[in-house]
């Protein structure tokens, strides 16, 4: 019996369907999560999905967290490859938010520096005001 032959798909047709996996899911997931989340589509060799996430980040559609080991769609594509999040440690809840004046403080910093930056994710890592009010009702 023949198998049937896969159809390739272009770089550009990867990305879409990769960055459409993470907005789909709404939170962090790891590389591996979003294989599982597009093998339907074809898109099932690691590399491949590696490469597309690279891509992605580089066109400021997508952002590593370096400490949840995971990657989520950009939600302010107009920053360029600078970005603030917040991480829930209790719920898993993770916020992108824009603070040009801690983007602006840091690069002030990296200029005087003559520090060359190639990307800025910054992660604040705490309780997000849910988990932390009922902390403080079950206190």
Known sequence: MQQKPTKRRSAADQDKIIVA????AGRPVSAYELIDQVK???VTAPPTVYRALQRLIDDGLAHRLESLNAFVA???????????????DACGAVTE???????????TWAKGAEFQVRSMTLELRG???????AGSAAG
Request: with cysteine.
């Open 21 to 24: 996996a993470l907005r789909d």
């Open 40 to 42: 339907g589509t074809g």
């Open 74 to 88: 950009c939600n302010h594509p107009h920053h360029a490859n600078k970005a603030v999040f917040a991480i829930c």
């Open 127 to 133: 309780k997000c005001k849910a988990c932390a009010a």
């Open 97 to 107: 938010f824009d603070s040009a004046s801690a983007i602006k403080a840091l690069q």
